[in-house]
């Protein structure tokens, strides 16, 4: 069993940068690949990035491609969302998510561990 624990999340200005951590325990951090995903109010639990086991292969969604940035260290198994240029649209609940194989990355329902969430707000 894995636990992932968010941290990092707060209250921005539009333009401004934020970092995002997910502490894993319970499980083998380099086994799993690492995913973030974000929910607003009222709207559905959207993909937003992915990080591969060793960490070089990425990919993103296209609304946050050229600002966010993907990264993992496992020798402390954590994975880091570095967002920058944040718009008031980023605005959400900040998941960190772990899955075991690599396909049907974004798409939430192939996950098999996440965390609690951390609040992302941007005022504009």
């Known amino acids: 069993q894995v636990q992932l624990v968010e941290s990092g999340g707060g209250l921005v200005q539009a333009g401004g940068s934020l970092r995002l951590s997910c502490a894993a325990s319970g499980g083998t951090f380099s086994s799993y690949v690492m995913g973030w995903f974000r929910q607003a109010p009222g709207k559905e639990r959207e993909f937003v990035c992915t990080i591969h086991w060793s960490g070089g292969i990425t990919y993103y969604a296209d609304s946050v491609k050229g600002r966010f940035t993907i990264s993992r260290d496992n020798a402390k198994n954590t994975v880091y969302l570095q967002m920058n240029s944040l718009k008031p649209e980023d605005t959400a609940v900040y998941y960190c998510?772990?899955?075991?194989?690599?396909?049907?990355?974004?798409?939430?329902?192939?996950?098999?561990?996440w965390g609690q969430g951390t609040q992302v707000t941007v005022s504009s």
């Open positions: 998510a772990a899955k075991y194989g690599s396909i049907r990355y974004n798409q939430q329902a192939s996950y098999n561990y």
